[in-house]
């Protein structure tokens, strides 16, 4: 039962432009987002998390938008960089359990 | 100041045999966490220890699978009788006491012949 899904394995953009990336969860008891990203052969870095308190984060080019009644969050990219081509994995965890669940990960790549 | 350190970074064990893959978290984190990674797969929770503690096993393995953080050394994730199956990359990752952002190692790749 995966209880964080990405539904898109791979996304291609151009570069400048946007990359959105998609992630749905399932668990309501979920509080804590996080987005990584992972190069190959690379453990995952976190990139920027947003608490279930608040909507939108921001940090630089990167905004994570977290939508609570559909249980939907996004990463926002802008602009796209060839340097942003890696997997970037949603995860999720709740105040009660620090263990965070992962998504299966979307593999973005940049096109110069 | 050092990320999670984790050894081997590459492991290759025969069917049957035993592998140790061991993880030594960031300074002052006391929190640390086993993830597997399959080929094309996402990160499965695995573990979770304090120093001398399991706070949460419920993504190990029933049988051949074992974890440990002593009070000194590196936390250790243990497989006995390995099979192909377990071939896989396993990372560790650790976090401070008050948050419950996770820094990773670069992961040990395990392969069964």
């Known amino acids: 039962d995966q209880q964080v899904k990405q539904n898109s394995p791979s996304l291609s953009v151009q570069e400048g432009r946007i990359s959105i990336l998609n992630c749905d969860y399932t668990?309501?008891?979920?509080?804590?987002f996080l987005w990584y990203k992972k190069y190959p052969a690379e453990g995952p870095t976190f990139l920027i998390s947003i608490s279930s308190i608040k909507d939108k984060n921001e940090d630089g080019r990167f905004t994570v938008f977290l939508n609570k009644s559909a249980k939907h969050l996004s990463l926002h990219i802008v602009p796209s960089q060839p340097g942003d081509s890696a997997v970037y994995f949603c995860a999720a965890s709740d105040t009660g359990r620090r263990a965070l669940t992962f998504g299966s990960g979307t593999r973005l790549q940049v096109q110069p | 100041n050092a990320g999670v350190m984790q050894n081997p970074r590459h492991l290759v064990r025969r069917r049957g045999q035993e592998a140790r893959l061991r993880c030594s978290p960031m300074k002052g984190h006391s929190h640390v966490y086993w993830y597997r990674q399959l080929p094309e797969e996402g990160l499965k929770f695995m573990v979770y220890?304090?120093?001398?503690?399991?706070?949460?096993e419920s993504g190990m393995p029933k049988e051949r699978f074992s974890a440990e953080f002593p009070k000194e050394g590196p936390s250790i994730l243990r497989i006995q009788q390995v099979v192909r199956g377990d071939s896989a990359a396993y990372f560790c990752?650790?976090?401070?006491?008050?948050?419950?952002?996770?820094?990773f190692g670069e992961g040990s790749r395990l392969t069964v012949l």
């Open positions: 668990n309501s008891m979920f509080d804590y």
């Open positions: 220890l304090q120093k001398e503690n399991i706070i949460d």
């Open positions: 990752a650790s976090s401070p006491p008050e948050t419950g952002e996770l820094f």
